[in-house]
C-alpha cells in the first residue's frame, strides 16, 4: 500500500478502531471521549474524512454504519516513523535510535531487546 498521511487527530479514531473493530459511530464517540474530549460531531467529522480517504470503510444503512479500519496500523506506523525519520534525521535509522538510546528514551529493558534483535539481524 502507497504511504498513507494521517493527521495526529484522525490518528485518534484510527487507535480506537484498531483496538476493536467494527464499530457505530456511538460506540466510537464513547472509546475516543476516554482520551479526548472531543464533541460527537468532532469525531464524526474525523471519521467522515477518513472515510473518503479511504482509511477506514462505512457499510451497514443509516443510523446503523458500521466503521472499520482499511489501512493496518504497521503500515501507518511504518509511514510516520519514515517521515520523523527523514525530518530530524536525515533518513538515517541509526543516527535516529543512537538519538533515543543516549537521550534517556529507552529503558534498560527495552536496550536489551533491541541488542537481541540486532543480533539476530546479523544471522
Not at 62 to 88: C, G, I
Request: glycine share 4%; net charge neutral.
Amino acid at each position: 500500500m502507497e504511504e498513507m498521511r494521517i493527521p495526529e487527530s484522525e490518528l485518534e479514531i484510527m487507535k480506537v478502531l484498531w483496538v476493536h473493530s467494527p464499530q457505530t459511530l456511538p460506540e466510537i464517540v464513547r472509546n475516543v471521549q476516554r482520551v479526548m474530549p472531543w464533541e460527537a460531531v468532532t469525531v464524526k467529522t474525523l471519521l467522515g474524512r477518513l472515510v473518503k480517504k479511504e482509511a477506514v470503510r462505512r457499510s451497514g444503512c443509516r443510523r446503523n454504519y458500521l466503521y472499520e479500519p482499511l489501512v493496518e496500523r504497521t503500515t501507518v506506523l511504518k509511514s510516520s516513523v519514515r517521515r520523523f525519520m527523514d525530518t530530524m534525521f536525515d533518513g538515517a535509522p541509526g543516527a535516529m535510535l543512537s538519538f533515543f538510546i543516549r537521550n534517556g528514551a529507552l529503558s534498560q529493558e527495552e536496550i536489551e531487546e533491541l541488542g537481541r534483535t540486532i543480533e539476530e539481524m546479523k544471522q
